[in-house]
């Protein structure tokens, strides 16, 4: 029996915000624990919650972002479960009235487009964490992360593969980062994902029963766990077995998923609405600017790319898959108005130098215009291919020019037929063999007598004047 996925997604972001969301404590990563918090944040009697207005903004700006419409009134609610790193005995969140609703996400699987929905965005506050003793059979808590601002976005069950889950997670962590709202540090867990997985016969309109698998802090994992869930689930069910609903934890260290606790509905958490918050309402006014202070989103500066640059599909998508690297690419252009060639550079010398680097492109060694001056010294002649890049390596060791390199190094290019004729003539009397060869009809020889020229030369020699020379010479 073949069976078909029926994966959603549960997103949470964290906010870039200063504060957390319901008081002024920081929300800096990695202070030492319990100093972040407050009698608000750690729900002391009598202490109350304050809106944060920037939360809201963000918020808007997400919801803008993926087509979900912003409602004219939302309303915080008590989500009530007891567990030691929830100071209150209830999370702060939205539930029957949330923020956004009826959005979506397109995304590009192996060069089919698929359309994602979204069924809310919602707000709400991040609890502790639970410290375990390796040695001691002990748990501390860090109540540092409560109350910080999170931003809840749930998916439709409209993805049919790992793949797919992946590209969804990709790409809204992309809007995320363009909207420089969230860092989408999943080390960090300021981006996490929750994903509900059920599987059904192809040809079935019902679906089966879900499982939500957890503990998920990378895309390689998200897939992995897909991957093993769905197989667990088929093979539970074709052994005449059947699925349980529960929430399962992933194990990356042994790839698999283990059953964590009996999984809860939404009654279970006996949600009401925050006597201490009042609704919160949004105008019109207030979507509209949010509208006017977003960027330009990843999919529209794609098209841009593809429509004004020229650029393939492909290399689109690569330049745009950050803010940084698209505008470090179009940095270069405002330099050297050549994009296809830019983005070749960038796509291959420049990511694999940060790659192997470890290097994130705002912190890359070569500057845009320290790119753009080595393409202008490579396009005049100046310099050849294959100088261009020992002097691209040379940038990225020491900072300076490539104008000033090549000058120490003496590596300008050598386009005078005075000089490369002499060398052509004594290689081609070195080596009759080979010009019988190619006299012969074996034309790619031309690559032997090329390599020759440029290696006496030290790869100094003009190609296209070596080929030109060499052409004459061996007819």
């Known amino acids: 029996m073949e069976f078909i996925p029926v994966i959603g997604l549960e997103v949470h972001a964290q906010l870039k915000t200063r504060t957390k969301i319901f008081c002024s ?33 963000y918020t808007i700006k997400m919801a803008l972002a993926t087509g979900c419409t912003v409602q004219s009134e939302s309303r915080f609610a008590r989500k009530n479960y007891f567990y030691p790193d929830l100071p209150k005995g209830y999370q702060i969140s939205q539930y029957e009235l949330p923020i956004a609703t009826g959005g979506h996400l397109d995304i590009d699987v192996d060069g089919q487009a698929l359309r994602i929905g979204i069924t809310r965005i919602h707000m709400e506050e991040d609890a502790g964490k639970l410290i375990h003793d390796p040695d001691r059979p002990i748990s501390r808590v860090d109540l540092n ?106 194990q990356p260290d042994k790839g698999q998923t283990v059953s964590m606790r009996g999984k809860e509905d939404a009654h279970d958490y006996r ?118 890049k020992t002097v691209f390596e040379a940038m990225a060791d020491t900072g300076k020019p490539a104008k000033a390199i090549v000058e120490e190094k003496g590596l300008v290019q050598v386009s005078d037929t005075s000089t490369i004729d002499p ?19 074996q034309k790619k020889l031309i690559g032997f007598f090329v390599g020759q020229v440029m290696k006496a030369t030290k790869g100094k020699a003009n190609p296209k004047v070596v080929n030109e020379i060499l052409m004459k010479k061996l007819k």
């Open 145 to 250: 992360r409560t109350g910080t601002p999170l931003m809840e976005i749930v998916s439709e069950p409209d993805i049919r593969s790992p793949e797919a889950a992946g590209e969804y997670l990709r790409q809204l962590r992309t809007i995320l980062r363009y909207l420089d709202i969230s860092d989408g540090n999943m080390e960090e867990g300021s981006f996490r994902c929750d994903a509900n997985v059920s599987i059904m016969p192809k040809g079935a309109t019902e679906f089966g029963t879900r499982t939500e698998v957890k503990n998920l802090n990378s895309f390689k994992h998200v897939e992995k766990a897909l991957y093993y869930e769905i197989a667990r689930q088929k093979e539970l069910l074709l052994d005449g077995g059947e699925v349980v609903q529960e929430t399962r934890l992933w």
């Open 423 to 441: 060398i052509i003539d004594s290689i081609v009397a070195a080596n009759p063999d080979e010009v019988e060869r190619y006299r012969g009809g």
């Open 271 to 388: 949600y009401f609405p925050d006597p201490d918050l009042l609704p919160l309402v949004v105008d019109n006014n207030w979507v509209e600017r949010m509208r006017g202070e977003m960027p330009e989103l990843p999919a529209q500066r794609k098209a841009r790319y593809e429509a004004d640059f020229g650029l393939p599909a492909a290399d689109a998508r690569v330049l745009t898959g950050s803010r940084e690297l698209a505008d470090y690419f179009e940095a270069c252009l405002t330099a050297y108005n050549q994009p296809k060639t830019v983005a070749n550079w960038i796509m291959g010398d420049l990511l694999g130098l940060l790659n192997a680097r470890g290097l994130e492109i705002e912190n890359s060694p070569i500057t845009p215009d320290g790119l753009a001056g080595l393409l202008e010294l490579l396009d005049s002649d100046v310099i050849s291919g294959k100088i261009a």
């Open 25 to 57: 404590c920081s929300t800096a990563f990695g202070a030492p624990p319990n100093t972040h918090t407050c009698p608000v944040c750690l729900g002391m009697p009598g202490s109350l919650p304050v809106l944060n207005k920037k939360v809201v903004d």
